[in-house]
């Protein structure tokens, strides 16, 4: 795509116009139509995925979405790598390049440390998750599965559900959302709320609130592995933030849900509503494959 | 082939034709019969592995087993993996196959865990080995080994010498060998003996008897990195039940021996039988990869 | 190449006629002369990494070039292995070959441990890097980088900077270098320098001597992560040792760095000086690709 970013640090990195075209082409792909995203088998690029944080299901993605596109996949292991004796990223990034990798998909868990790059990027990068920053390919793609699903984000309410303070997926999501004409509600307890919002965004501590409001809900991942300490919130969480079958039943609309994996069953969903069809995350991680083909496609034939 | 199973959990779960068929299948592609077996190269599908015990040897074997068939090959990473963070095998299976994984082949420290996807297996699902329950294609490939040497397990007897009550290999083995038509003696120290048997099997703790009335050798691994409190029959194993070069020749009888590696050289085999034409290991080794093309193939074809 | 090794142990395996034959095949492939170096899809042969120490740069460079020639790429992990358990590397290497590997990249900490195979090597063998012996690939791919900068080592004189001592990076490309017509100049604080030296090699501890000397500059990664005790010289070694912009526009010849990577940036050469035009380090990354693959060629191709 002619003017598609050599970095895709954030969604706010691409115009409206790129991201309908994105969209396009998954679409495209998904129905097997190949030309011309495709890469000939004699100038097959090199993808690496260079994960500084785990995360076995995203580099899978971008793993399957390379060599469904006919790229070389290469996962540079950090664990082993100079980067824990203390070469820099960008030194890394170097030595990536001059190797002959034509793309890295970055995870790290610094927030903006990507931005370095955007003046001079040494190659070409895909954030897959930068702290609580951004985490762009998982709102186009849940971006793409709403249009998939008939659901045209402008006119419509999404209830988005969970630790949003923290979250980079919400980050990266309300600007897509919003900038395609969606309303925004931000729903849990205060801790997780953000202390001020703006633009078509409103925030409420009340799960019945906001399901009243919403025409879609969007379920974060309550990080358990990552507290430690007394969980004042984690505990109650299911009771007084997740969702069973018997609830959605109980609404007058039936919105779906999506939520971007791997979700705690029992936590914010339970395994009753998770094989109800109200729960489109399987769609979610189908659509992955095809986005990020699309954003690989889109990046290395900028 | 036609109704192949979607999941092969257990060498039970084949009828002796599918069995027949897949040794006929593993012949024709090690004699570089490839058709129809190869994949397209525009229909390649997706074959992951996904260990959550150690294995580098079996997991390379069904690497290159799936490359050669013109697979593309994913490696799960479970120490990354969401699994860690207690996501369900049920939940990680629906994401690798909504993000378009064909096969899966699991091992698991957990005998038996795979029975909970007979009824309705997410993907394509194959053992490679569970707890100390079964190991099919260990057996398959093993089976395979004894006819490419010009043995029929018809009317034979086989001794299986070592830690057989803990052992998948054995369990798969031998089901495969007496269905066709095969007689078994076990043997080892009391401890590692099955307390009871039932069909053409008998037990034995004198290795001379075993040696004296067999017509091939199956060895087992001893796991002594697995012995962390006292050994009492792991110390004299080798005096006593290990087999070296000089007690094969003076057999009346020069019966071939397979193990299923890795050897403890100088435990079960000392170096100088390894190293002469009795011991037929590394055919099972060559082996592996053909009956596993064959298996991948017939999964992945059904 | 007819007659080239099966196994690459060092530098010394191979006769300055087949050293400038790989040089010319580096060449051909780095200006895009595919043929006749290139693998056939169907008969794809399987490389293999078997790495005992740590190194992401080297192993992703086998991986990168193994890829391009079509070769399939596998990773034995030696973390989960049955070398873990107290297999033999010779054991190991035997059931790779039997499982369809053709060759095997081995990097291992321990001086020498390759020449058991020199006789009769299971399989093709190339040396990554054993202990503090030979690293034949780089010095390969530096003699091949000198050529295409147009240094022809003939009666140039190269200053091999840093721990001299315990680098298998010196030892193979002394002994390139020297065939080929080069003098050495090792400089280094004393503890770092061999006792003594042989051919046309010198000795000093003074960097200014030997900067006054020379054409090429070589410095080597001084190895901090090792350092656990008190550390006199590394301490100092920057200002030493260590190379800055500054002192290189001050010299009355302009000599290129090359340094093997990773560089300790601010130890043996600051950040200006890495990103200006006398440092050749990123020459060296792009070229090791096309050498490493006329070295993959070869070595199969025998």
Known sequence: MSGFPKILEST????????????????????GQNTPFFFDQDKRPFLATLFLENSTRTKTSF??????????????????????????LEETLLTLKYQGVNACVIRTPNSGELAQFK??????????????????????????????????????????IGDIAHSRVASSLVDLLTRFGGKIVFCGPKECLPKSVSGPVMLTESLDEALELCDVIYTLRIQKERHTGPTPYYDSYHKLYGLNLQKMQGLKKAPVILHPGPVNIG??????????????????VINSIYMRMAIISATLGN
Chains 1, 2, 3 share one sequence.
């Open 12 to 31: 706010q990195d691409l115009s409206k116009g790129q991201i309908s075209t994105l969209i396009s082409m998954a679409k495209s792909l998904k129905e």
């Open 63 to 88: 793993a399957i979405a390379a060599q469904k596109l006919g790229a070389h996949y290469i996962d540079f292991d950090v664990s082993t790598s100079s980067l824990k004796k203390g070469e820099s």
């Open 119 to 160: 003046k001079d990027p040494p190659l070409c990068i895909i954030n897959g998750g930068d702290g609580t920053n951004q985490h762009p390919t998982q709102a186009l793609l849940d971006l793409f599965t709403l249009y998939e699903l008939g659901l045209d984000p402008q006119g419509k309410t999404f209830a988005i």
């Open 267 to 284: 936590v914010e969903l339970s395994k009753d509503l998770v094989r109800s069809p109200f729960y489109k995350g399987y769609e979610q």
